[in-house]
């Protein structure tokens, strides 16, 4: 699932694994509140099974899935939420925290150094 992630997309298997050790497997039900837009955030999410629907200033901006994933800006700035993420069925995701997350980094310059070429061409 990871390599469908564009911020993950530059690494290899091994470092891939690496990432994927540290996350946790997280279950909701339909109808919770996966994360509420305007509060802080500290995880990323990639969504293994169900399905969210997602809003911001009580909006509807769509629907995401397996596949799908949701902050990858809080996992790098710990800054809040952009959004509010509800599950419209029951749900299997697998969530990393920012202090899982960098030491990881801090640790291993090759990851490190692709995924600040993902966050630049991101920028692009």
């Given at each position: 699932?990871?390599?469908?992630?564009?911020?993950?997309?530059?690494?290899?298997?091994?470092?891939?694994?690496?990432?994927?050790?540290?996350?946790?497997?997280?279950?909701?039900?339909?109808?919770?509140?996966?994360?509420?837009?305007?509060?802080?955030?500290?995880g990323?999410?990639?969504?293994?099974?169900?399905?969210?629907?997602?809003?911001?200033?009580?909006?509807?901006?769509?629907?995401?899935?397996?596949?799908?994933?949701?902050?990858?800006?809080?996992?790098?700035t710990?800054?809040?939420?952009?959004?509010?993420?509800?599950?419209s069925?029951?749900?299997?995701?697998?969530?990393?925290?920012?202090?899982?997350?960098?030491?990881?980094?801090?640790?291993?310059?090759?990851?490190?150094?692709?995924?600040?070429?993902?966050?630049?061409?991101?920028?692009?």
């Amino acid at each position: 699932m990871l390599k469908k992630v564009p911020l993950f997309s530059g690494l290899d298997d091994r470092e891939l694994e690496e990432i994927a050790g540290s996350m946790k497997e997280r279950r909701y039900s339909a109808g919770d509140t996966v994360t509420e837009e305007g509060a802080g955030g500290a995880g990323f999410f990639v969504i293994e099974d169900g399905a969210a629907d997602v809003s911001v200033d009580g909006q509807a901006r769509g629907a995401i899935g397996p596949g799908d994933y949701f902050g990858e800006i809080a996992l790098l700035t710990g800054s809040d939420r952009t959004a509010t993420i509800t599950a419209s069925s029951d749900m299997v995701c697998w969530g990393m925290t920012a202090w899982d997350f960098r030491p990881l980094v801090e640790s291993n310059s090759a990851i490190a150094w692709k995924l600040l070429t993902a966050m630049a061409e991101k920028l692009r």
